[in-house]
């Protein structure tokens, strides 16, 4: 078992930044390709980065260039550095984890979720 906290979150005017982390606990974190999605109301949930064990990363386009995935597997968390935020990235974050080396979009290739973190970008 893997358990995920997601952190960070808040309200931020446009244009504006936030930082989240994403702490694990449980099995050996370096094991894991670490994701971060997202979920408005009524729509469905997003992918929005993934950190592979290697430390490569993958970006939705909507979010390349603006947000930075790191990870540190030292202290076994992974951080999603938000930059340029618009009022559409407002959404609540999760934090998901696999063991698989492909690049996987969809949330049910992910074994392991945190409970999710709000962020409200504001006009």
């Known amino acids: 078992q893997v358990q995920l906290v997601e952190s960070g979150g808040g309200l931020v005017q446009a244009g504006g930044s936030l930082r989240l982390s994403c702490a694990a606990s449980g099995r050996t974190f370096s094991d894991y390709t670490l994701a971060w999605f997202r979920q408005a109301p009524g729509r469905e949930r997003q992918f929005v980065a993934a950190v592979r064990t290697d430390s490569e990363t993958f970006y939705h386009n909507a979010v390349k260039g603006r947000f930075t995935l790191s990870r540190d597997n030292g202290n076994n968390t992974v951080y999603l550095q938000m930059n340029s935020l618009k009022p559409e990235d407002s959404s609540i974050y999760y934090c998901?984890?696999?063991?698989?080396?492909?690049?996987?979009?969809?949330?049910?290739?992910?074994?392991?979720w945190g409970q999710g973190t709000q962020v409200t970008v504001s006009t």
């Open positions: 998901a984890a696999n063991q698989r080396w492909l690049w996987m979009l969809s949330p049910s290739s992910y074994d392991y």
